[in-house]
């Protein structure tokens, strides 16, 4: 029914909407302040700088302070809403004097970006998603689909209440797997190198959509065949980098300064506490003190691809749209275990695919979910937002709980000890959660409860990974 | 199908917690100030006291209910109860008052499952879910009360208990809940006809012995009044001048979508195609401030008219409820009476808030459930009454909020509805092209009249947009569904006068017989 996909895109704006009426990131806490500035920043360093600027250090563009260092396309949609700044009040981009602006209008305005790209990329998208979904695998399940991905409360609150724009690329990424589950490869190419052009943790999904699009090619009949998909769909991609790289493409010193600033490699395997595989470690063997960032760096690449290159060959050999979306929920999940400088919202990435396996295992996934947002209640805690956060988990939980729409009876019901595990997990989480929030850590650990959130949460990721794998390959 | 009044209780709290960091208006400032006032003045001052313009001007047992908060707030902040104070809003007393209307709500809640019960519909059904989404979720009061400020839900929760009393036949208590409820906020005197009419009928000339029912109802329902009243006897002018200013003009600064805003447009209209000259230009009836106003090509409205108006139209129904010989179909008419009579004195009454329109929509949400037809008018006067109450939520921060919860709330009666009736609502090539037409105020007020620059030229034209648009469909409904209730056909009305109604409903009741 058309009229419950207007309420769960509707509803999914109105939560985000007033969500956005909440503190941000590095809300009054000069002088770096958090990502609201540096995404302000990079407005006013592209409205005010000449484009080849926009990455190299000088007089001013300080890149100690929040230099950009997201692909193109997102310096390009600075700049579209740096311009928009500028004709609202010209204070607000201004080069130097705007830094740590924080007035009431400024946020609305900041604010108000945001709610455009998801009225204008991420609520179409999902729909599209969702639709894609249903008429690929006809498992009648648009509506629930709709419902996770507009209400899922991790994505809004990094968005809309911390501040982002996953929800640009999380767009892009959601198009491409539509595109792809309907056999629109070309689509899939071009929405999914823009998605990779926005946010250069993108990467977590290049390796499926790689391997899918090449074994569409090879399993063409004809040698003509393939060459004419292969050409279109490498054209498809590489004109895309080209048209969006091409103001860095004049010299090689100036991409590989664009490169170094997209992967910076000095910034060490983590910063703050992640539930990744290395941040686990770190609690027994200091991986700082003992490995060069290099090394690390090396060995980052290595296990990464150890963990991805059996999921992904397997995809590449017996290609089907299921076996994509198990792809690429485990290549996602091995990339933000095993590779150099995780952010926590990283798991944003995995989101997806997760709702995307949601029509096969539901139990499983919304289990994944709730997890995923645990795991970031330390940075939630962070930008005060605990309040909003518990209130949207409980939304969010007793909208599943009555899922008043057409549902598929027999889905909810959990197996039992499937249902016990996850039980037992979720009180876990919440026992923990509301423990870090009540009681003040000893002074010698001022970080042990993010660290034992991101253990629990690591052991649960690493958890899934494995049942992913034992999915793929049984 | 499992019944969700418990998740969806959650639901709507979890989402009314998610507002407490929203604009309010200065009724939060209103309600703050008679916190300090009835915590720390002695009782004889509480009406008295001017040092804030926001003077208390609810009847006691409000007063007595925000002592009581007060007992409990100054635990939690005592600076906001003092009374000098103006305009104090720490984090503390914002979130205090917030979670008090939050907590407050749960007696609208119980209110909705008592009245659920009393009309027969039973939990875990489809009917049952859909009622509890329309009243738990509804738009209006998350609007009014959550965003706004107001404390609408509990008074909503005393006014279903008391119709739920009512349905149960329960009369004393339904009386006795009724007379509590006009203590709190006597607003809701425009639906005691509704209530007036039936218990004379039901209670009083039914069960056998009037003199002695007569006697029991009215000593329950002025018990109430008496604890109320009492404490304050010696300064009851004082206290009745607060309740009933009639200082105001005819319509709210913002004019709520009824005749009156019909009025005012077409004198405005009049005006500009007579090109009268206007020397008392200098009151402009949309300029923000409450004050009278001077109808310039139609003639002044005075209250007393106002009054006539409201009462005459109140009338049929009330006849024809008074009529219904069996208490089933009465049961349902006192329900359509309820709704009818507040939707008369907000159509017609003296300087009506557009939140009045509440008093509308709340009872239609559950008549919604009852009958199809019914179902059908709810969801017209919904699309424009809760549009009606935007300009209330004017702060760049609300306007998405305002209109994706309005959105959500309209796709999901819609759904609901089609749902509980298995089949679509069924409306009319014209009330879709109405509703849709609500599309183009926002466009015109955000995009073409920034672009043009009438934006500063006609400040109010967006409002006043509004206020005509909405209260076209306001009317719509309420002529049709008078109509409706009354049970005759809409095309023939047309022509045929109030007294033909009557001896109509006469007639019917003749052949029924």
Redesign the interface.
């Known amino acids: 029914m058309y009229s419950e996909m207007i309420a769960a895109i509707f509803g999914g704006l109105a939560l985000r909407s007033i969500i956005s009426m909440n503190s941000y990131s590095g809300f009054n806490q000069a002088p770096m302040f958090g990502d609201y500035e540096a995404q302000r920043h990079w407005q006013e360093v592209t409205t005010n700088l000449d484009v080849k600027n926009w990455y190299t250090n000088g007089t001013h563009n300080d890149l100690q302070y929040w230099g950009l260092d997201y692909p193109p396309l997102t310096a390009y949609h600075s700049y579209l809403t740096g311009r928009v700044a500028k004709l609202l009040n010209y204070s607000y981009v201004e080069l130097h004097t705007s830094r740590g602006i924080e007035t009431k209008e400024h946020k609305s305005f900041m604010r108000l970006t945001v709610l455009a790209a998801d009225i204008l990329i991420y609520m179409p998208a999902i729909i599209a998603i969702s639709v894609c979904m249903d008429l690929t695998f006809e498992k009648n399940l648009k509506h629930h689909l709709l419902v996770l991905l507009a209400i899922y409360p991790g994505q809004i609150l990094i968005d809309n209440g911390h501040f982002q724009y996953n929800n640009i690329s999380l767009g892009f990424l959601a198009l491409a797997v539509a595109a792809l589950l309907c056999n629109r490869n070309n689509i899939a190419a071009l929405t999914f190198t823009l998605a990779l052009n926005y946010k250069q943790m993108e990467l977590y999904h290049a390796l499926p959509f790689f391997a899918y699009l090449l074994s569409v090619c090879f399993s063409q009949n004809s040698l003509r065949l393939f060459v004419t998909k292969l050409l279109m769909i490498a054209t498809t991609v590489l004109a895309t980098f080209f048209i969006l790289w091409y103001p860095w493409l004049s010299s090689i010193d100036a991409t590989a300064q664009v490169l170094y600033r997209l992967f910076p490699l000095g910034r060490g395997v983590f910063e703050d506490k992640v539930a990744n595989f290395w941040c686990s470690i770190n609690v027994i063997y200091k991986l700082k003190k003992h490995i060069v960032n290099h090394e690390m760096a090396l060995i980052c690449i290595g296990t990464t691809l150890l963990a991805v290159l059996p999921t992904n060959v397997q995809l590449f050999c017996r290609r089907s749209k299921y076996t994509f979306i198990l792809t690429l929920f485990n290549t996602a999940a091995a990339f933000f275990l095993f590779s150099f400088q995780v952010h926590e919202k990283s798991i944003l990435l995995i989101l997806l695919p997760s709702i995307c396996l949601f029509a096969w295992w539901p139990n499983e996934m919304l289990w994944f979910l709730k997890m995923s947002v645990f795991s970031m209640t330390p940075l939630l805690k962070k930008d005060n937002l605990v309040v909003p956060t518990l209130a949207l988990m409980i939304i969010f939980q007793l909208i599943f709980m009555c899922s008043y729409f057409e549902t598929n009876q027999n889905i909810m019901i959990r197996k039992n000890w499937i249902g016990l595990i996850i039980k037992i997990s979720e009180i876990l989480m919440i026992s923990i959660l509301f423990a870090s929030l009540i009681i003040e850590p000893p002074a010698r650990y001022p970080d042990i409860w993010p660290l034992i959130i991101s253990i629990i949460s690591c052991a649960h990721i690493f958890m899934f990974l494995v049942w992913g794998y034992v999915q793929q390959f049984t | 199908m499992?019944g969700?009044f418990w998740?969806?209780v959650?639901?709507s709290c979890?989402?009314k917690?998610?507002?407490?960091?929203?604009?309010y208006s200065t009724d939060f400032e209103v309600h703050r100030n008679w916190l300090a006032i009835t915590h720390s003045l002695p009782l004889n001052r509480w009406y008295l006291d001017a040092t804030s313009e926001w003077t208390l001007d609810y009847p006691p047992f409000f007063a007595y209910f925000e002592w009581l908060l007060s007992q409990v707030a100054k635990y939690v902040d005592p600076n906001m109860l003092i009374v000098q104070n103006l305009n104090y809003a720490s984090v503390r007393t914002v979130h205090f008052q917030r979670i008090s209307v939050i907590i407050m709500d749960l007696i609208y809640m119980l209110g909705v499952r008592c009245c659920m019960a009393a009309l027969g519909i039973v939990p875990s059904t489809q009917k049952h879910?859909a009622g509890c989404?329309l009243l738990f979720l509804n738009v209006g009061l998350i609007f009014v009360d959550h965003i706004h400020f107001q404390y609408n839900g509990f008074l909503f929760g005393i006014l279903l208990l008391s119709i739920s009393a009512l349905l149960r036949q329960r009369y004393l208590w339904s009386a006795f809940a009724f007379a509590v409820l006009l203590n709190f906020k006597h607003i809701f005197l425009y639906m005691a006809p509704a209530f007036g009419v039936y218990l004379l009928k039901f209670y009083c000339l039914a069960q056998g012995n009037f003199g002695q029912n007569t006697l029991r109802l009215l000593a329950v329902g002025l018990v109430p009044f008496v604890l109320s009243f009492g404490p304050f006897w010696h300064q009851l002018p004082q206290l009745m001048s607060r309740l009933f200013p009639f200082k105001r003009g005819l319509t709210h600064a913002y004019w709520a979508p009824n005749i009156w805003a019909l009025y005012n447009a077409a004198d405005k209209v009049a005006v500009v195609a007579l090109k009268r000259t206007t020397e008392s230009e200098a009151t402009s009836t949309t300029s923000g401030l409450v004050q009278e106003v001077q109808h310039i090509v139609l003639p002044t409205i005075t209250p007393s008219i106002t009054f006539a108006l409201t009462f005459l139209f109140m009338l049929p129904i009330l006849i024809k409820l008074y009529m219904t010989r069996s208490r089933e179909q009465a049961r349902l008419l006192f329900m359509r009476a309820v709704v009818l009579c507040s939707c008369s004195s907000f159509m017609f009454g003296w300087h009506v808030h557009e939140k009045a329109i509440l008093m509308c929509l709340i009872p239609l949400c559950l008549l919604a459930l009852l009958d199809r037809r019914d179902a059908r008018f709810a969801y017209i006067l919904a699309v424009a009454g809760y549009y009606s109450l935007f300009p209330l939520l004017f702060e760049?921060?609300l306007l998405?909020?305002r209109y994706?919860?309005y959105?959500?709330y309209m796709?999901?009666m819609?759904?609901q509805l089609?749902r509980v009736y298995k089949c679509k609502p069924n409306f009319h090539l014209l009330e879709w092209i109405y509703f849709l037409g609500f599309i183009t105020i926002p466009i015109y007020e955000h995009i073409v009249s920034r672009l043009l620059g009438l934006h500063s030229l006609f400040p109010f034209m967006p409002l006043l947009l509004t206020s005509v648009y909405s209260g076209l469909g306001v009317l719509y409904f309420y002529v049709r569904y008078y109509i409706y209730a009354m049970d005759l056909k809409w095309p023939s009305f047309g022509k045929r006068r109030v007294t033909q109604i009557k001896s109509s409903a006469t007639k019917r009741k003749r052949k029924t017989k």
Do not use: C, H, K
């Open positions: 499992r969700y998740q969806l959650g639901i979890a989402i917690v998610l507002l407490l960091p929203a604009y879910i989404m760049v921060d998405v909020p994706s919860l959105m959500t796709a999901m819609y759904g089609e």
